[in-house]
């Protein structure tokens, strides 16, 4: 089958010592994870294993301290303001949408010391906020863009931390067959596991209202997508804004990301070739978007709103006008230069693209026909 042409990526573009999504885990959620895939880890990992390890016992430590001064603060703590979430397909500028709403000085969002610690963070943020900063790259692998400490960052990895069921757990031993990618479609995930879920991510928003001074909270994480009906239940008149781009832009690159992830956040070295690859995006796409298209009719034109990738960066402020005003965000005119200053510091950002030879762009156009017409796209 004619395939992208991509070399394959280097999982050395991200340094061995940088953080992993599960090195915010407790020590029972770590050894849960562990002993749900037979400790089948591969020896080139095995430091990795003890890094997370080492790293889970002091979890404990600071969850426990943090929950003996603030859990009945945190429990009652109200939500007095809807979050907005920004949801899409992996690699459809859900990122950017997410940095751009963040620009906005009304709103707080989750920052990459937030999702990666959040068992903790109320009470440890000043003493690993330095520590992450020197731990970190520069830069995305995926994308080459910047990542810093206080950077907007998907709430799907303080999930991850705190041993919740997130699709994301797949990434940990991408050789096994598992079910965690189920939970794209939230409708066909088992009752316990939407209750801890929803126990989780309230968790994390309340921290995080405690944090940010009551502020509305911006999350984004692609895996909301099939969510939206369950959100919206759980978070009466959130709001959402979806991101969509062209199939051909998005396949290859997700293809891309998945590489790049198993190869630095697993604890076993990827086996699998393109083609199981690309059916396995196929597939995530087919239960993300069956549950949106579901579920996108039920929520007014006040809460969710659809976005072009290739619009917002064609016209980035006359988009985001149009987004305030449809989901009743504010005035748009404070932050119209922050966000004109932001397109203005990366135009010469160069965007990573991927061509698609003849018989893959096929493919594509076959399975994801109905996104594309949902979308608008030929």
Known sequence: MAQASEKKPKANWYPPWAPR?????????????????????????YPMTVAVGGCSILNTVAAATQRLLLHKKITDTPIEHPPIFVIGHWRSGTTLMHELLSLDDRFAFPNTLDTFTPNH????????????????????????????????????????????????????FPNRKGRDHLQLNLSLAEPNQRVELQKALEHF???????????????????????IKQLAQWFPQAKFVHLSRHPHKVVPSTMRLWK????????????????????????????MYQAYFSQREVLPKTQLAEVRFESLVEDPTTVMQQVYAQLELGDFKPTKPAVQSYFDARKNHKIRTTDVESEFAEDIDHHWREYMEAFGYE
Not at 21 to 45: T, V
């Open 121 to 172: 963070f109320l009470v440890t943020r000043f003493l690993l906020g330095p520590m992450l900063w020197a731990l970190l790259p520069k830069r995305r692998p995926m994308d080459d863009m910047s990542i810093r400490v206080g950077s907007p960052q998907e709430d799907d990895f303080a999930l991850c931390a705190y041993g919740a069921p997130t699709p994301y757990r797949r990434v940990a």
């Open 260 to 287: 790049l992830l198993d190869e630095i956040q697993g604890f076993q070295l990827p086996k699998y070739d393109d083609s199981w690859l690309k059916n396995y995006v196929f597939e995530c796409k087919d239960l």
């Open 205 to 227: 928003i309340k921290s995080l209202t405690i944090r940010y001074d009551s502020k509305r909270l911006v999350l984004k994480s692609p895996p909301h997508t099939g969510r």
């Open 21 to 45: 999504f599960w090195n915010g885990m407790k020590c029972g959620d770590y050894l849960s994870l562990l002993r749900e895939n037979k400790f089948q880890i591969h020896p080139a990992k």
